[in-house]
Nanobody, 125 residues
């Protein structure tokens, strides 16, 4: 049984940094494409970043240069380091995983089979 459990969400001020984590069980982070999505109240869910089994990454334009997706294969954990946060980054953040190493060439190109329950990130001005 696959479980993805996010943690690390918090309330921070504008300009601050935060790292959220996604611990996987019953699933191998190293050999699969994984991603972070977010959904703000009243908005559609959007892809934030993805990383494949070769550690190639894809980022949404809105977070390029500020967010970094990474993974620790030995711990089977996916991370999202978020810097220079703004109120527009406020959302529930979800990790997702595929049963494939391939992430596509853009966010939203492929579908994700497994999802976590989310962790809330709130950025205040």
């Amino acid at each position: 049984q696959v479980q993805l459990v996010e943690s690390g969400g918090a309330s921070v001020q504008t300009g601050g940094s935060l790292r959220v984590s996604c611990a996987a069980s019953g699933y191998t982070v190293s050999s699969n494409c994984m991603a972070w999505f977010r959904q703000a109240p009243g908005k559609e869910r959007e892809g934030v970043a993805a990383i494949d089994s070769f550690r190639r990454t894809i980022y949404a334009d809105s977070v390029k240069g500020r967010f970094t997706i990474s993974k620790d294969n030995s711990k089977n954990i996916l991370y999202l380091q978020m810097n220079s946060l703004t109120p527009e980054d406020t959302a529930m953040y979800y990790c997702a995983g595929r049963s494939s190493w391939y992430c596509g060439t853009s966010l939203g190109e492929v579908e994700y089979r497994y999802w976590g329950q989310g962790t809330q990130v709130t950025v205040s001005s």
